[in-house]
């Protein structure tokens, strides 16, 4: 039946009817005169599949890519085809009809993901998390006004400009800020489960804090002044304390409070007051926020797009002025307004699954890529292992055959040919003995591999752009294995009494000012060949440093500084924190080092 005549038929507008069909990917794009497609649908739908799974694994391809392995693709199958062969690249004019052709296909731009967040968001981790939401919800009934997560967002007064209108064929297109780069204020926000927000909690980048920074900002506003304009362990304390003053928690009405495991979050004081003021913290597994925090979730993108706006029209209706940090409370006032939404906020508990309670809310391929690449590398680490085993194996077979033959013969007669022989009949396996006495070393590939392929007319191409595989890393790096960390309910006895016992030997300060300025010779200490320094070295070391050098802590693997001076040191450049060097996997050197806490 054609279009025309179903319009007629079922009284529905032929347009309708035209708009659900492409939609649906039914109405197929029909040859025009002599042009054809390169691929049969079988191939196209082959190439599709390549492409979706390599996007899930964070190796999407880009227009090029697809284009040269569209060439390739061609070319191993000896197909006859019009692509450029100087450039070894398809058409575009080709990838244009076969984005038509394969309606769930898009050009999108990616954002950039780390190594750390896609292996972080592992179906064991999350799985954790959950269990440890299930038995605080089971072991305290919070009622969804009772239940909240608070996170940290950085802000500027220098906006990032949304697209424009301009003249057709310009190069280059701007848009008015007010400075090239701007200093970061950090905004603290808690959402609960119905909806509503407390007022922000805010961090400026200053010594001393400026009661005029605060003018006509969101009613309730709280702002405390630090130098790196950073969370720290002292204004995290601050910050409970202004979250119990808003939602009146008691031990009689406790609240359940979600956060990322910074180590800010992780002190004693800050412990402690939420154990008597009724509070439950529980922690996220690291790199999961894009994922489970709701906040990034659903409300930080909106809200920072709104900011944008608002300064987009701060300097359009005062030209020729500079918007400073004076003048950023009106403007997050307005986008606070628009953005932390009932609608956001409760759309974002249910993405997560964190309420109402959903722990199937995540599907099988949202773990596909980490998956892949722990399984991969647990895979590779155990064939090495199987492979030393069976080294081992062998030599002590041909020891064994050589230690008889000494035994049973003269050394000085011995006839090494004839060992030889012996040494290659037991390397052969026997017919007549058991299937025990068979090497183990020969890998016989099994009767019906050839069965279980496929049959296809043509090469796959899986065999030409295969998915890549990780790799275990250079053998010549030492890295220091630390042990990885999960979600957590750090208000529980059993991680305070761990924390306690780290920190026992350790002087403890609620608030460290200029932590990297207080201890210039743990910035000079480099020490490139570890092995050859004496003990009298590290004594004379010890003695020269002050006690808070000595004591200070690594934020990895909990060790001091006095008794692994002997080490390379480095410091974060947010958040001030120490670490050693190998456990920091550090690439981008000491000046710009940023701690995996802070990323």
């Given at each position: 039946?054609?279009?025309?005549?179903?319009?007629?038929?079922?009284?529905?507008?032929?347009?309708?009817?035209?708009?659900?069909?492409?939609?649906?990917?039914?109405?197929?794009?029909?040859?025009?005169?002599?042009?054809?497609?390169?691929?049969?649908?079988?191939?196209?739908?082959?190439?599709?599949?390549?492409?979706?799974?390599?996007?899930?694994?964070?190796?999407?391809?880009?227009?090029?890519?697809?284009?040269?392995?569209?060439?390739?693709?061609?070319?191993?199958?000896?197909?006859?085809?019009?692509?450029?062969?100087?450039?070894?690249?398809?058409?575009?004019?080709?990838?244009?009809?076969?984005?038509?052709?394969?309606?769930?296909?898009?050009?999108?731009?990616?954002?950039?993901?780390?190594?750390?967040?896609?292996?972080?968001?592992?179906?064991?981790?999350?799985?954790?998390?959950?269990?440890?939401?299930?038995?605080?919800?089971?072991?305290?009934?919070?009622?969804?006004?009772?239940?909240?997560?608070?996170?940290?967002?950085?802000?500027?007064?220098?906006?990032?400009?949304?697209?424009?209108?301009?003249?057709?064929?310009?190069?280059?297109?701007?848009?008015?800020?007010?400075?090239?780069?701007?200093?970061?204020?950090?905004?603290?926000?808690?959402?609960?489960?119905?909806?509503?927000?407390?007022?922000?909690?805010?961090?400026?980048?200053?010594?001393?804090?400026?009661?005029?920074?605060?003018?006509?900002?969101?009613?309730?506003?709280?702002?405390?002044?630090?130098?790196?304009?950073?969370?720290?362990?002292?204004?995290?304390?601050?910050?409970?304390?202004?979250?119990?003053?808003?939602?009146?928690?008691?031990?009689?009405?406790?609240?359940?409070?979600?956060?990322?495991?910074?180590?800010?979050?992780?002190?004693?004081?800050?412990?402690?007051?939420?154990?008597?003021?009724?509070?439950?913290?529980?922690?996220?597994?690291?790199?999961?926020?894009?994922?489970?925090?709701?906040?990034?979730?659903?409300?930080?993108?909106?809200?920072?797009?709104?900011?944008?706006?608002?300064?987009?029209?701060?300097?359009?209706?005062?030209?020729?002025?500079?918007?400073?940090?004076?003048?950023?409370?009106?403007?997050?006032?307005?986008?606070?307004?628009?953005?932390?939404?009932?609608?956001?906020?409760?759309?974002?508990?249910?993405?997560?699954?964190?309420?109402?309670?959903?722990?199937?809310?995540?599907?099988?391929?949202?773990?596909?890529?980490?998956?892949?690449?722990?399984?991969?590398?647990?895979?590779?680490?155990?064939?090495?292992?199987?492979?030393?085993?069976?080294?081992?194996?062998?030599?002590?077979?041909?020891?064994?055959?050589?230690?008889?033959?000494?035994?049973?013969?003269?050394?000085?007669?011995?006839?090494?040919?004839?060992?030889?022989?012996?040494?290659?009949?037991?390397?052969?396996?026997?017919?007549?003995?058991?299937?025990?006495?068979?090497?183990?070393?020969?890998?016989?590939?099994?009767?019906?591999?050839?069965?279980?392929?496929?049959?296809?007319?043509?090469?796959?191409?899986?065999?030409?752009?295969?998915?890549?595989?990780?790799?275990?890393?250079?053998?010549?790096?030492?890295?220091?294995?630390?042990?990885?960390?999960?979600?957590?309910?750090?208000?529980?006895?059993?991680?305070?009494?761990?924390?306690?016992?780290?920190?026992?030997?350790?002087?403890?300060?609620?608030?460290?000012?200029?932590?990297?300025?207080?201890?210039?010779?743990?910035?000079?200490?480099?020490?490139?060949?570890?092995?050859?320094?004496?003990?009298?070295?590290?004594?004379?070391?010890?003695?020269?440093?002050?006690?808070?050098?000595?004591?200070?802590?690594?934020?990895?693997?909990?060790?001091?500084?006095?008794?692994?001076?002997?080490?390379?040191?480095?410091?974060?450049?947010?958040c001030g924190a120490w670490m050693h060097e190998e456990c920091s996997d550090n690439e981008t050197g000491a000046d710009n080092h940023i701690c995996d806490n802070c990323r």
């Amino acid at each position: 039946m054609s279009l025309k005549r179903a319009s007629v038929v079922f009284n529905i507008p032929r347009t309708t009817i035209q708009s659900r069909l492409n939609r649906q990917g039914l109405n197929k794009v029909r040859n025009l005169g002599r042009f054809k497609p390169v691929f049969t649908p079988q191939m196209e739908i082959e190439l599709r599949e390549h492409i979706i799974q390599l996007e899930k694994l964070f190796y999407g391809l880009s227009t090029t890519d697809l284009r040269r392995m569209a060439f390739q693709f061609a070319e191993a199958n000896q197909i006859n085809h019009p692509f450029n062969k100087d450039r070894k690249l398809a058409g575009k004019d080709w990838l244009i009809s076969f984005l038509k052709r394969q309606g769930n296909l898009s050009i999108r731009r990616p954002e950039a993901t780390s190594i750390a967040r896609v292996t972080g968001f592992s179906k064991n981790k999350v799985n954790e998390f959950f269990r440890h939401l299930k038995d605080v919800l089971d072991k305290n009934i919070f009622p969804p006004h009772r239940i909240y997560n608070c996170d940290e967002t950085g802000i500027t007064c220098v906006q990032k400009p949304g697209k424009i209108l301009a003249k057709k064929g310009r190069n280059q297109v701007g848009r008015l800020t007010s400075l090239e780069r701007g200093k970061n204020t950090t905004l603290l926000a808690s959402v609960s489960a119905t909806g509503t927000f407390i007022p922000p909690f805010m961090v400026f980048p200053r010594v001393r804090m400026n009661p005029s920074l605060l003018g006509a900002a969101f009613p309730g506003t709280v702002g405390f002044s630090a130098p790196s304009g950073w969370m720290d362990a002292g204004l995290f304390v601050k910050f409970l304390q202004h979250f119990i003053d808003c939602t009146k928690t008691t031990k009689e009405s406790p609240s359940l409070l979600i956060l990322d495991g910074h180590s800010s979050h992780k002190s004693i004081e800050a412990i402690n007051l939420a154990r008597n003021s009724g509070i439950t913290m529980l922690t996220l597994p690291p790199h999961t926020s894009n994922k489970l925090q709701t906040l990034d979730v659903s409300v930080f993108a909106p809200f920072k797009t709104y900011l944008a706006k608002e300064m987009d029209h701060w300097l359009t209706n005062h030209p020729g002025c500079r918007s400073t940090e004076y003048d950023m409370a009106p403007m997050i006032k307005n986008a606070l307004c628009k953005a932390f939404t009932p609608i956001n906020i409760i759309k974002g508990f249910e993405k997560t699954g964190i309420y109402p309670y959903n722990p199937d809310v995540f599907q099988e391929s949202d773990f596909e890529a980490a998956e892949n690449i722990l399984q991969k590398k647990s895979n590779e680490e155990s064939e090495a292992a199987d492979n030393i085993l069976q080294e081992e194996s062998i030599n002590s077979k041909r020891a064994s055959v050589e230690i008889t033959l000494r035994k049973n013969s003269n050394p000085e007669s011995v006839n090494f040919s004839i060992m030889s022989k012996n040494l290659a009949k037991s390397d052969a396996p026997n017919p007549e003995s058991p299937a025990d006495d068979i090497r183990t070393d020969t890998k016989v590939l099994p009767v019906n591999l050839e069965l279980e392929q496929p049959s296809c007319s043509h090469i796959l191409i899986s065999s030409i752009s295969p998915i890549p595989k990780p790799s275990q890393g250079n053998k010549n790096t030492k890295t220091k294995s630390r042990k990885t960390e999960g979600s957590t309910i750090i208000t529980n006895s059993p991680f305070k009494d761990q924390l306690e016992e780290k920190l026992k030997t350790v002087k403890t300060k609620s608030v460290k000012k200029n932590f990297g300025k207080a201890r210039p010779s743990l910035c000079n200490i480099k020490i490139k060949n570890r092995g050859t320094l004496e003990e009298k070295e590290k004594g004379s070391l010890a003695k020269t440093m002050s006690e808070e050098e000595k004591n200070t802590i690594c934020v990895y693997c909990h060790e001091i500084y006095g008794d692994t001076c002997h080490e390379e040191w480095i410091m974060c450049t947010k958040c001030g924190a120490w670490m050693h060097e190998e456990c920091s996997d550090n690439e981008t050197g000491a000046d710009n080092h940023i701690c995996d806490n802070c990323r």
